[in-house]
């Protein structure tokens, strides 16, 4: 099992950046797929972006592509979500989650285990 624990969430006006981070306890993170979502208030929850386990694949919702960028490092554990260009519909609560599905997803049922959440807030 893996304990995702996330941090680096804030505020940041927008066009700025921030870089969330995601260590997970265990000694096998690199069995599983990584990957952030995230929930605004009254929305439902989202995927955001997903790695596999060596990191030589990765995904992301059409809304972040070019401005997010997901990476990890297996010997430290952690998974990282750099965020540029940010905009007020960045504006959540973000997760990170840990799969031992084959491949990156998109679908959040295909996560077991998941962090407690980190917010981020993008003022306009």
């Known amino acids: 099992q893996v304990q995702p624990v996330e941090s680096g969430g804030g505020l940041v006006q927008a066009g700025g950046s921030l870089r969330l981070s995601c260590a997970a306890s265990?000694?096998?993170?690199?069995?599983?797929?990584m990957a952030w979502f995230r929930q605004a208030p009254g929305m439902e929850r989202e995927f955001v972006a997903a790695?596999?386990?060596?990191?030589?694949?990765?995904l992301y919702a059409d809304s972040v592509q070019g401005r997010f960028t997901i990476s990890r490092d297996n010997a430290k554990n952690t998974v990282y979500l750099q965020m540029n260009s940010l905009k007020p519909e960045d504006t959540a609560v973000y997760y990170c989650?840990?799969?031992?599905?084959?491949?990156?997803?998109?679908?959040?049922?295909?996560?077991?285990?998941w962090g407690q959440g980190t917010q981020v807030t993008v003022s306009s």
């Open positions: 989650a840990a799969s031992r599905e084959e491949a990156p997803s998109g679908v959040g049922a295909d996560y077991a285990y």
């Open positions: 265990g000694r096998t993170f690199s069995n599983y797929i």
């Open positions: 790695i596999s386990r060596i990191g030589g694949n990765t």
